[in-house]
């Protein structure tokens, strides 16, 4: 007889997301490790008289999700005014208000996911439309993708932009074509605001957002939502060596129950002593439950505001096709001498010349350092251009998309993303099922707080591309199956992050990460799997969260 395990889980429907075994009934767990996949006839000789055994009443079971981009530490703030839902300018004044009538005495008047096409006419707000409902109270609004900000002419005062002043450490901010003046828009705000230095300057400032105890509010916030939908790992993509302090916080307090995976953001200007500082935190924070290392870069930004990089111009315009951030031949440049440091790369990328941009640089690290399993990502993969699909294969390159944001409420018709790309290039927008078909590795995620967390969301729209309250679906060609999609986020997701021979699957000698659900999302129809919860969450044999 074996040594008895500490935990048995019996009477499940495993799906096991390995084709060596894909479906079980039974798990046993010992010393954090999976020593047993099986049936529950086989389960029993792993259990003794200190083995929990947990029944699941022929429940699901999956591997624990790996979200392989989720911003737990940007997360959402209950301090601030929410703009989720309010679609039009007036609604955003309603709520400002409200939030204003219980907050009398506040200093700031801060508000997060506002959405671009709430703006009449499709244009971008300016500082008057705040002004109206703000008064003296300096006003700042984050857009829902967190790229953009909007402030109140207060606000302008109080952060010393005016038409001298437009070039800032937390964003670039647009300015009226006429008078030179600021109009209180404030683009490029994830790549500046975002950053170390950004932040810093935000605190110095007196913005209240971006106080110490605010970050680890939200933090702490969305990590115990990871482990209620039943996220195991969460690769946090974007953060700061000073933003280290916050996850050794959480994981001291007791907050960090799910494994994380923490990417560092090289921003425009970062130098080799900073590259140093990187590998030296990539050496301290190395374990199974925080990892620290890859680099995450931008090469474009969103179609939304027209910032993303297109291979034509967009949709109305005779020229404008947006920028990349570097010159392709710097950057190329650029990632060859990531690469040769042994770098992993997750550049942000949405339009198909920003995508192919990244894909050609990776080509020409590749021809410079010769080819190794570097895994680099291109995220977000929006608007890809059809000759640029197989290349992901061939290179190498993870594909590492969020499901959600090609909904047809968020992305489609009548939405600013559809309609600032145009029609004719619709059958580029998120091509899931083009790049399974080509064999390249996808990996899902949430974008959190860009898009909602629960897996389940994500996994919906993956299958159907249909909005969540049900109707037509855009792009139906580009849906997957929904063992592609839990394959995405759980398989697809440990292989982008090198973290296959651990997690990813329910196999004998990984570690015991897994979800027991409240329905058998394979046995229902497509509707149903948005609302099934995770009602036991297991990370290292552990049991971390019961419904």
Known sequence: MPTPADLVLRGARVHTVDPRLPEAEALAVRDGRIVHVGTDAEADRWTGPGTRVVEAG??????????AHNHVRLGSDDACVQLAGAGTLTAVHDRITAWLDRHPDADWVEAEAFDYSAMPGGRMPHARDLDPVTGDHPALVLSYDVHTAWLNTAALRRLGIDRDHTALPFGDADTDPVTGEPTGFVRNFAVKGLSRDGHRALRELGVPWASPDRQYGRLARSLDDAVRFGITTVV?????????ALFT???????????????????????DADLDAFEEAARRFSDDRMRVGPLKLYIDDVVEPRTAALLEPYAGCRHHRGDTYYPPEEFADLLARLDARGFQCFVHATGDRGIRT?????????????????????????????ADVPRFAELGVVACMQPRHCAPEIAGPGQDWAENVGAHRWHKAWPMRSLHRADAALAFSSDWNVAEMD???????????????GGEPWCPEETVDLTTAVHGYTMGS????????ELGSLTTGKLADFVVLSRDIF??????????VAETVVVGGEIVHEA
Request: aromatic residues 4%; charged residues 25%; neutral net charge.
């Open 236 to 244: 946090e993509p974007q953060n700061s060596l000073d933003d280290l």
């Open 455 to 469: 897996p389940m969301i994500g996994l919906y729209t993956a299958v159907t591309r249909r909005p969540l309250a």
């Open 523 to 532: 046995a229902v129809a497509p509707e149903d799997i948005p609302g099934t």
């Open 358 to 386: 990244v894909l050609d640089a990776v080509a020409h690290a590749r021809a410079t350092n010769g080819p190794r399993d570097a895994r680099h990502q291109v995220v977000h993969v929006e608007c890809l251009d059809p």
């Open 58 to 67: 022929g429940r699901l079971v999956l591997p624990g999700f790996i979200d």
């Open 494 to 501: 440990a292989h982008a992050n090198f973290l296959e021979d």
């Open 249 to 271: 916080r959480a994981r001291a307090e007791g907050r960090l129950r799910s494994r994380l995976v923490a990417a560092l953001f090289h921003p425009r200007g970062t130098t």
